[in-house]
């Protein structure tokens, strides 16, 4: 069964940093892209960062020089370092999976954790 | 690419048939994702590639389009579909997700 568990979550101030980290307890991660997708109280989802089967990071421009997302496929892991931390950035952050590892099933997220609540405020 | 999702809301009666449509600002090919999530719940992917049905969806969900204009039909509404829908395109970066829309019991 295919389990993504997302921890790291947590109440910070302005200008923190975090590391969100997601295990997948279920399944051999490193043949697939992951990506994080976050959705602010009571808005829509916004993906956030994608890392392909080579390690190699995508951004959204919201994010892109504060966030880096990377694997580590020896622990089958996938982290979300997180810096710079502002009021907008206050969301539920869900680490997905890509149905493959290459373009376009690596973009479409077939199974989603539960999310990890991050609450930037001082 | 914007997505532009409409209704933003709209109510319907079991059994119903449902129409949610998605705009994208620009050519997206067939690379548009649907997916459901419920209140306090991760989404859940519905169709792929436009028009493929994900495993273990039920056949009254079905989805068409290309380029630029999409739809996601619900035939014959049922009380676990109601949640809110969201298209995401993801034929090039930065993904995007459309607004959503909330499907509420009339």
């Known amino acids: 069964e295919v389990q993504l568990l997302e921890s790291g979550g947590g109440l910070v101030q302005p200008g923190g940093s975090l590391r969100l980290s997601c295990a997948a307890p279920?399944?051999?991660?490193?043949?697939?892209?992951m990506s994080w997708v976050r959705q602010a109280p009571g808005k829509g989802l916004e993906w956030v960062s994608l890392v392909d089967t080579r390690n190699i990071g995508i951004y959204a421009d919201s994010v892109k020089d504060r966030f880096t997302i990377s694997r580590d496929n020896s622990k089958n892991t996938v982290s979300l370092q997180i810096n710079g931390l502002r009021a907008e950035d206050t969301a539920v952050y869900y680490c997905a999976k890509g149905r493959g590892g290459s373009y376009p099933e690596s973009r479409t997220l077939d199974f989603w954790g539960q999310g990890a609540l991050v609450t930037v405020s001082s | 690419i914007q997505l532009t999702q409409s209704p933003s809301s709209l109510s319907a009666s079991v059994g119903d048939r449902v129409t949610i449509t998605c705009r994208a600002s620009q050519g997206v090919s067939s690379d548009l994702v649907w997916y459901q999530q419920k209140p306090g719940k991760a989404p859940n992917l519905l169709i792929y590639?436009?028009?493929t049905l994900q495993s273990g969806v039920p056949s009254r969900f079905s989805g068409s389009g290309s380029g630029t204009d999409f739809t996601l039909t619900i035939y014959s509404l049922q009380p676990e579909d109601f949640a809110t829908y969201y298209c995401q395109q993801v034929n090039s970066f930065p993904l995007t997700f459309g607004g959503g829309t909330q499907v509420e019991i009339k």
């Open positions: 590639g436009a028009s």
């Open positions: 279920g399944f051999i991660l490193g043949t697939y892209a």
